[in-house]
C-alpha cells in the first residue's frame, strides 16, 4: 500500500486530490487579486472623501477642490445657491468638483480700488487653478494610498498585503489621471449642462457657442441695416435739404465705443456709405484700460479713414500708447494739434482715469484746468497762424473752456447727445454712445441706443454745413434712424423744412408722410417765422410737405411728380 514520504499532522487525514495552501490555484489566485483590488478601491475612496479636498483661492474668490470616483469623469462647478453645472472635459473615472464658496472681499476690493491688476487677473487665475490642481494631485495620491494602505492592514492584517494595496491604489490614480490627460476637451466650456437655478441659463442666454454665433449675426446685420437706411436717405435726399457737394470735407464723430465689438462693423459702414474723411473719437474705447483689452483696438487699422482719438476716463496711458503705435491713428493731448485732410484738429486727453466708475473728488474742477490748457494750446497756435478748426475733448466741462476760440469743439461721456451754441459762438457737439453703452448696456431696463454722428464742413472755410445724426437700436435690437440737421446761420426765410429722420424697423422702410424731425436739445435747426431751408443748385424740387418721398414695395423709392 501507497505510503505518503510526508508526514500528516496527527488528527487530520491526506487527501492528495486537495489543493496545496503553498500553492493556490487559478481561481483562488484571481479571488485574491480581485479582492485585493477591491480594498485599494474602497480605501481610495474612503481616502478621497476624507482627505483629497484642498482650497485652493482662485482670482479674488475662494474654492474647494475636490477629486471624486466617477464612472463619466469631467468637472462639476457648484456655485451655491444657484446651482451647478457640468462640463464634460475628459473621459476617466474620475471627477474634479469645484465648490465655489464665496468671493474674498479683501482681493475683490482691492480690484476695485486698483483696476489695473485686472490686466493680470487672466494669469493670476491661471497660476492660482495650476497651483490648486498640483496641491490637489500631491494631496489625493496621499489620500489614496493612505486610505487603501489602512483599509489593507485592517482587512489582511499582513503588512505586505497592506502596502500593496496602497500601491494598486496608487497605481490607479495615476492611471486614472493619464486618461483625463490624452481625452482632455477645452471645448467642453461651450457646452455646459446646467442643474438647479442655474438651468434657466441657457434660456436666458443661450449656450456660449450659439451666443459667439449669434452676435456675429447681430453685428453682421446691424452693418447691413446701416448701410441700406443711409442708401435710402440718399434716395430721398431730393427734400428741401441741405444737399452736401461732392468736395465737402465729411467727418464722423463717434464716441464712448466701451469694448462693444459691433461698433467697428458699423463705423466702417458708415466710412465705405458717407465716404468718411476722417473719424473722431471723443474717448472712452475701453472700459478698464487694460494692456488685455488693447486687441480690441486692432479693427482700427482696417476702417479706411484717418482715425484722430482723445483719451477717455475710462483709457488708460497704456491705451493710449498702443494707438500711438497704430500707423492709422493720430492721438491727441495735451493741447496738441494735427491736420487730416486739410481740416486743424487739436485736443485734449481727459486728466481722470476712472475705470471703476467712481467720481473724483472736484472732478469739474480738473476737467476745467484740462480745458484752460487746451484753450491755452488753441490762442497759442492762432497767433503762430495755424488755429485749429475742431478741438475734441472727452468731458463737455473741457469742451467749454474752449468758447470762442475754435468754431467747433466735440465731446462725448455722457451717453446722449448735446448740441448747443456756446455764448462765445463756438459750437458744441456731444455725442452718444456709438458702442450702446458696452457691457454697461446689460444693466439697463431697455438696451442703450447706438450713436455716431456725419458732419459737413465747408473744404475751404471748414465750417460746419450740416450734419447727419445717426441712431440705431440698442444691443438685439435692428431698428435705425437718420436724421439731417443744419446750424442756425444756414436757415433762410422763405424755404421748406429739413425732412424727417428715416426709422426702419428691421429694414430700410423710410417714416411716414407728417412725421417730424426730432429736436435736439439746444442745436438742431429750427424752422424760421414763414420759411424754411432753400435747396442747394442742382438739388431737386421740394418734395410736398410733411415727409420724405413714400417708398414702393421692396424699399426702392419713387421720384415724386416734381422730380420724375
Do not use: C
Amino acid at each position: 500500500m501507497f505510503r505518503s514520504a510526508f508526514p500528516v499532522p496527527s488528527g487530520r487525514s491526506y487527501d492528495p486530490l486537495a489543493p496545496d495552501a503553498a500553492h493556490p490555484t487559478r481561481a483562488a489566485r484571481t479571488g485574491r487579486a480581485l479582492g485585493l483590488m477591491a480594498v485599494a478601491l474602497i480605501g481610495a475612496w474612503l481616502g478621497l472623501l476624507i482627505a483629497g479636498s484642498v482650497r485652493a483661492p482662485v482670482g479674488p474668490m475662494d474654492t474647494s477642490m475636490t477629486l471624486r470616483p466617477s464612472l463619466t469623469g469631467g468637472t462639476k462647478i457648484n456655485v451655491s445657491p444657484l446651482g451647478a453645472l457640468e462640463l464634460s472635459t475628459h473621459n476617466a473615472p474620475v471627477r474634479l468638483d469645484v465648490d465655489v464658496d464665496q468671493l474674498d472681499p479683501v482681493r475683490s476690493q482691492a480690484l476695485v480700488e486698483h483696476p489695473d491688476r485686472i490686466s493680470g487677473l487672466q494669469d493670476e487665475v491661471a497660476h492660482d487653478v495650476g497651483h490648486g490642481a498640483t496641491e490637489l494631485a500631491v494631496r489625493s495620491a496621499v489620500a489614496v494610498v493612505s486610505g487603501a494602505t489602512a483599509l489593507g492592514l485592517a482587512v489582511y492584517r499582513r503588512p505586505r498585503r497592506a502596502l500593496a494595496a496602497g500601491g494598486l491604489a496608487l497605481a490607479l490614480l495615476a492611471a486614472s489621471g493619464v486618461g483625463a490627460y490624452a481625452t482632455w476637451n477645452p471645448k467642453s466650456v461651450l457646452e455646459p449642462r446646467f442643474s438647479g437655478l442655474l438651468s434657466s441659463a441657457p434660456q436666458v442666454v443661450g449656450s456660449a457657442r450659439s451666443i459667439v454665433s449669434d452676435f456675429d449675426t447681430y453685428q453682421k446685420e446691424l452693418a447691413r441695416l446701416v448701410t441700406n437706411v443711409t442708401k435710402l436717405y440718399d434716395a430721398t435726399s431730393t427734400l428741401p435739404a441741405y444737399q452736401p457737394d461732392p468736395g465737402t470735407l465729411r467727418v464722423l464723430h463717434v464716441s464712448d465705443i466701451h469694448l462693444n465689438p459691433a461698433a467697428w462693423q458699423i463705423i466702417s459702414s458708415l466710412v465705405d456709405q458717407y465716404k468718411i474723411d476722417v473719424v473722431i473719437d471723443s474717448g472712452d474705447a475701453m472700459d478698464h484700460g487694460t494692456a488685455a483689452e488693447n486687441g480690441f483696438l486692432d479693427p482700427i487699422a482696417d476702417l479706411g479713414a484717418p482715425y484722430i482719438w482723445v483719451r477717455g476716463n475710462h483709457d488708460s496711458k497704456v491705451t493710449q500708447q498702443y494707438l500711438e503705435h497704430m500707423k492709422n491713428v493720430r492721438v491727441l493731448d495735451e493741447g496738441s494739434a494735427v491736420t487730416v485732410a486739410g481740416l486743424r484738429v487739436a485736443g485734449m486727453g481727459d486728466p481722470a482715469f476712472t475705470p471703476d466708475r467712481s467720481l473724483e473728488v472736484q472732478g469739474d474742477a480738473a476737467q476745467r484746468e484740462a480745458g484752460k490748457f487746451l484753450a491755452t494750446g488753441l490762442r497759442d497756435q492762432a497767433l503762430a497762424g495755424h488755429p485749429a478748426d475742431i478741438a475734441v475733448t472727452h468731458e463737455p466741462v473741457a469742451a467749454r473752456q474752449t468758447d470762442g476760440l475754435v468754431p467747433l469743439v466735440l465731446a462725448g461721456h455722457i451717453h446722449h447727445r448735446e448740441t448747443e451754441v456756446l455764448p462765445g459762438g463756438t459750437r458744441l457737439m456731444v455725442e452718444g454712445s456709438t458702442g450702446g453703452g458696452g457691457l454697461r448696456a446689460l444693466q439697463n431696463n431697455t438696451p442703450e441706443k447706438v450713436r455716431a454722428s456725419v458732419l459737413y464742413l465747408d473744404r475751404t472755410s471748414k465750417r460746419l454745413q450740416a450734419w447727419d445724426e445717426i441712431t440705431l437700436g440698442g444691443l438685439g435690437l435692428t431698428t435705425a434712424e437718420v436724421s439731417r440737421h443744419l446750424p442756425e446761420e444756414a436757415a433762410a426765410p422763405g424755404t421748406a423744412p429739413a425732412g424727417p429722420p428715416l426709422t426702419t424697423p428691421g429694414g430700410p422702410t423710410p417714416t411716414s408722410p407728417g412725421d417730424s424731425a426730432p429736436a435736439s436739445p439746444g442745436g438742431t435747426t429750427p424752422t424760421p417765422p414763414g420759411g424754411s431751408i432753400p435747396p442747394s443748385p442742382g438739388s431737386a424740387t421740394p418734395a410736398p410737405p410733411g415727409g420724405s418721398a413714400p417708398a414702393s414695395p421692396g424699399g426702392s423709392v419713387p421720384a415724386s411728380p416734381s422730380t420724375r
